[in-house]
Structure formats: structure tokens, C-alpha cells
């Protein structure tokens, strides 16, 4: 099916059985709470394994002059050591491909370092610690080659980035409105470099049947990721096998495969035997991508009414210097507020450093820390209420489109959210709130993430027991991928969910984008909708039963005075069908975002500059909720990054070398549990026909866009020291504080 027309009303509108909005635990819980859930690195099924360990490269760019492995080749246990002389060949490097995920990575294919931390050798031993010491006793020198590491030293040699990704908008003459504004915000925030910082370390087992790879690995999305190694290893596409049951978390860290998987998959092949290859969460700092640092430049212009005349979001960032990638920063401001007069411009400088990709909200997650606090000086300069300024800019449609939204209940986000944050007792003079030697602030912001839908299939077949078995090579990276799905299954046939059984993360299975950009709960639930819709058709004609007035409840289905048994209309090797869906011209007439607003509180130490959150609330419109268990917590847990970006996350570069200088959880700071008060998330009823079958919108990203605003606003109501810098930290607010 499509979604060339808004989606009708369903089964899961009517919810007969009550499976859909209901708080219904984890399905995969209890494995992942005992340890019993295989992840990547723990699945057993191949036999005894051996352990891998890359070597990487300690210059930021030149090439391998020399590489010594003959004491690492004498060590005990040592099977292999791979380098750039000795390596398979693979495919290069090429930005074509379906998508950048799918591009070939080819590893140790020549003697060119391209930066810090790249591969330049690998071990492979009987044991891990054999392994870590022979890699230890690689011995490599260099040649190093000048090198470009400072975004902020290139802004001389910015570029456009591809046209296809659509770098910039415009629309009036923002230039004139601007100057004729009678107040004005011109402002440039700086966002560091973030890292993922998941929970698992990429990992990889890798093995050959016959002339088949298997390689089990943490990864989010399966086809691309088979597409990838058939293109590295130059194998046809059905001669590789992706499997990615479980995932200890993504957050766009792991959108590709890595060189776990591809130095895996080759050693595997040259030694006859399962090879396993887990990176050092130092290692990822280099080997995997990380969220780029950026600039941003936002210009308001706006009338004494509060009324926008002007926008204009100019976001400067970095890519690979071999990559294409640029962060969209200044996306979500096309289309939050209403302005005749817009301009965005994104701009690129080429460095050498580690890859630069998506990483949770990729866009608005730094783009809004820019865009929410400029509203907010402009709040200020007019001395008018931050949340009604946004009110009176509420757009009628997508101003840059012109095109109306598919749902838009921001105004009701943003009424809401002061009413239970009790916004109206704010004081809105900066530092005029006092406990003791704290200064107590409140600020909040306006939250916006795209909405998106992708192609997908789903096969299902109902057994001879009445159970439902539902197969994709859907992912779930601790979103709550399997749970949904079961609901929506359970739901559609009338069935428990101990019932159904959701099989997940095989690229056997049919293809599914995966789990990314927020998509992967519509684009997986509306195709095993459909199969589900086909498989109540083939049902109800077995059953004699028009499928119009079938009903399907108990592990039955009835109407027009009949009743079947689903085991007996199954019990000759079952029923099966297969749904797929496809986004269809919705996309294109209609502008699809999901909304929020956000409150904080916070208190700053008048001495120190110490920031303790004192409450945070969000309250969100995202479609319908299938889960407001799993719901929440992905919200929550995006509100908590937020606030993260706020105050502590900041890989430092090294810009002599090219090297993260603190690449470990020790000192790349996450936000802990002492940091965080109790969080308050609130959905606003809503559904949306526009968007996808199951009425719902992306929900794994939105609380992370504006939160850490959020946050800066309210230091700013505490203290009168306006922040562009992140993170907030303790010597910067230090810096502008009055005693």
C-alpha cells in the first residue's frame, strides 16, 4: 500500500481489544534484564571464535612508511596480521552508492592514513588478550602530511554542499527586511563535536558458509549494511547475511558497519573459521562517525508587535574531507515561525578527521540550541513573553513550502506546557529571583522534529496454533521496536500478545529501511499493518465471511452470523501474506513534523557557576501513541541528552593532531543520574491520517531538539549571562556573573 491518500479508518482506530495506548511492558525485557538476549558479540551459534584487534594510526594524516609485525607474528596464540601488504583485495571507496551507509569501506587497501585512529593493521588471536598484545607490538612509523583539523581555521575555504541535499533556502529579500527591522538579533552560537556514546561498543562475528558471510553485528540498518559489505567484499548481495538481533543502543552511531565488521568478514576468510571483533569504547572515538561541531549564525528581525519579518539561520560545519556529509542545521527553521523574508545557507569545510554522520536528531538537535535561544534574546530585547512571542509568529502553513502540515498542535504544546510549568510566575528579569547564594531561572522552547516515512515489507503467517509469527529485517536498537509491533499484531488479529511472534534483525527477512531519522516504528508498523490487513482478507474468505463485516477477536473471527476458529482456518501449513508500504504523495502535499514545548528550571551558584536542573517538562504532539510506556522513555531519554548538550557533552579536539584528547566516558562527560530531577512528559491526544497508516509520527528524536535551549534560557533568567558557547559550563557563566 501507499500513502497517496490519507490513511482510512482502521482497525487500530477502533482498538477493539485495547492493545493499542496501552503501557504494555517490553516483550524482549525479560531476556534483556536476565543477560539471555545474544547480543553481536555473545551469539555462540558458529563455534569457538577468534578474537580480533585493530591497530590504528597515531597521525592525523600522511601514510604508513613502515610496518613491523614479525614479533607480533611470534607471539603466542597469533593467527593472523592483516596490514595494507597483505590484505584481500575490496572494492574503493565511492560516495555512488543507493545511500552513503551502502558505500564500499574498504580497510587496509593501501598505505594512506586519512585520519587519526584509521586502521592501519589487525590481529587475530585464539584469545582477546593475546590478541591485545600482539596489536601492541605492532610496530609502524609514519610519514606525516600537513593537515586541515580546525573547523574555525577554515572558514575562509567553507563550500556549498551538494545541491541535491539542498543546502539553502530563500524567500523575500531577507537582506532588506532585516536592516528595516525595528529590532534586530544577530548572534552566532558554537556547538562541539558530540560522540554516540552507546551503551554497546560496536562489534562484529563474522563467518563463511560455503562461499556465504554471515556476520552478526550491532547495526541499525540491515540493507544498507548488506549492501555495504557485498560492495567492500565485491560479493553478490545475496552471498552476504546481516544479522542484528539486538542492539545496546544506536543514536546514528551505528546508521553503517564499521571496520569490526569488514576486518572481521576477511580475516574470517583467510583463517576458515568465525572471527569475533569488539572495538574499545576509546576506539570508537576514531573508528566510528561522531556529530561535527558547528557555527551558526541566526539574524532575527522582528517589529515592536513581536512579529517576525525576518529570519535567517547561515550554519557552518565539517565533512570528511574523502565524505560528503553535512549537519542540517538550519532545516527546522524553514518551517517552525511564520516570516515573509527567510534565508538559510549551509556551508562545509573538508578536514581531516574521523567521518562526521547523523547522530540522534541530526539537524535539529544543534541546529534549535541556536534557533530557541536567538527567540529568546529576541523575547528579552522586545520584553515580551517568551512563549507568546512564539504565538504570535505561528505559522498557517509551511511558510517555505506552502504547503498546509499534516498535524501542527505546537500553540497547544506551548499553552499547555506554561500552564502545568506555572510559566506565568516566572520573573522575567534576569537575576531577580534569589535563594540564598542561588539564582533560580526559568526558560523553555519550542521543539520541532521532520516526520518521515519509508518503503518496507513485512511477511506474516498464522500457525497451525493460532499464533501469529511476523518477519522484517527491521532493527531494534532499545527503542521498543519488538513491543509496538507485537501491539499493533495483537490488535489488528484480535489476538494476546503472548500469541504473536515478532522476528526482527535478519537481512533474509524482507527489507526494511531499519531503525533511523525516526522512521523505523511508522515504516515496519505500517507494513506488518498491511500484511495483517491481507492476512484478515485471506481469513475471512476462508471463513466465508465478507472481510467488511469480519471481526476477529479470542483467536476468532466472526460477522454475518459465522464463526471460525483462526487455528482450524490455519491448520492446513497455515496462512500467510505480505504487506509492504511505500510513502506515496502525502510526503509532497502535506509538511510533516512532529512538536513540542519544553520548560526548565534551573538554580546557579552565585560563587561557583554551578548549574543544578531543578525541573524539566515536556509536553509533545507526536501522532498516536502505540506505547506510552516506551513512548516516554524514548522522550525522556532524549530530553536527558538534551540537557547533556546543555551542560557537559564536548569531545575536545586536539587540533594538532586530529585526535579526540578525551575518548573516554571518564572524561567525555553524559549527563548522570545526580543531574537530573524527575521529568515530567506529557503527549497531547493526536492523530495523523497524513502520515502513515498507523496514524502515528517519530517519536525516538524529538525530545532532544530545543531541551538543552531549554536549559540555557532558563540560566539566563537566573543569571543575566547569555551563553553561545556550549556547553554551559562552569567558567563561562563564571565570566559574565556580577558578584
Known sequence: MDMNQPAPPNALDENAHGWIGKDLDRVDGRLKATGTAPYAYEVKEAGPAAYGWIVEATIGKGRVREVDTGEAERMPGVLLVLTHRNAPQQAGFTLEAQD???????????????????PVAFVVAEMLEQARAAALAVRVTYEPAEAAFDLHAQLDALEKPDDEGKPDSALGDFDTAFAAADVRIDATYTTPFHIHAQMEPHAALAWWEDERLVVHCSTQMLESAQRRVAATLQLPLEKVRMVSRYIGGGFGGKLPVWSDVVLSALAARELQRPVKTAMTRQQMFHLT????????????GAGRDG?????????????ARFDDFFETAANQTRSLYAAPHRMTRHRVARLDLPLADSCRA???????????????????????????????NEPKEDPEKHVPYSTRQLVQCLREGARRFGWDRRNPQPGAVREGRWRIGLGMCATTRSNMLREGKCHVRLDESGTLHARMAMTDIGTGTYTVLTQIAAEMLG??????????????????????????????????????????????????????????????????????????????????ADGEIEPG?????????????????????????????????????????????????QVLGGMVWGVGNAL?????????????ANHDLAEYHVAA??????????????????ANPLKIKGIGELGICGAGAAVANAIFNATGVRVRDYPITLDKILAGLEP
Open 100 to 118: 552513503r551507509f551502502s558505500r564500499p569501506w574498504p580497510e587496509l587497501d593501501d598505505d594512506e592514513v586519512a585520519y587519526y585512529g584509521e
Open 289 to 300: 562517525s561522531h556529530r561535527t561541531a558547528t557555527i551558526q549564525r541566526l539574524r532575527l
Open 307 to 319: 512579529v517576525l519579518q525576518a529570519i535567517g539561520h547561515e550554519a557552518y560545519s565539517h565533512s
Open 362 to 392: 541530526p539537524g535539529e538537535a544543534v541546529g534549535m540550541l541556536a534557533l530557541e535561544c536567538a527567540m529568546d534574546e529576541l523575547a528579552h530585547a522586545l520584553g515580551l513573553d517568551p512563549v507568546e512571542l512564539r504565538l504570535r
Open 495 to 576: 489476538l494476546p500478545p503472548e500469541r504473536v511472534r515478532i522476528a526482527l534483525g535478519d537481512s533474509d527477512f524482507p527489507p526494511t529501511p531499519g531503525s533511523g531519522g525516526s522512521f523505523g516504528a511508522a515504516t515496519s508498523g505500517s507494513a506488518l499493518y498491511d500484511a495483517c490487513e491481507k492476512l484478515r482478507a485471506k481469513l475471512a474468505h476462508s471463513a466465508g465471511i465478507d472481510p467488511a463485516q469480519a471481526r476477529f477477536g479470542d483467536g476468532r473471527i466472526t460477522g454475518g452470523g459465522k464463526t471460525a476458529t483462526l487455528a482450524v482456518l490455519a491448520r492446513d501449513g497455515g496462512v500467510e
Open 585 to 633: 504523495e502525502m510526503a509532497q502535499k502535506y509538511s510533516h513534523q512532529a512538536y513540542g514545548a519544553q520548560f526548565a528550571e534551573v538554580a546557579v551558584d552565585g560563587d561557583s557557576g554551578e548549574v543544578r536542573l531543578r525541573r524539566l517538562l515536556g509536553v509533545f504532539a507526536a501522532g498516536r501513541i502505540l506505547n506510552p510506556k516506551t513512548a516516554r522513555s
Open 648 to 660: 557537559h557533552e564536548e569531545a575536545v579536539l586536539d587540533t594538532r593532531h586530529g585526535f579526540f
Open 673 to 690: 543520574h545526580a543531574d537530573i530531577p524527575e521529568i515530567e512528559v506529557v503527549f497531547l491526544p493526536e492523530i495523523d491520517d497524513k
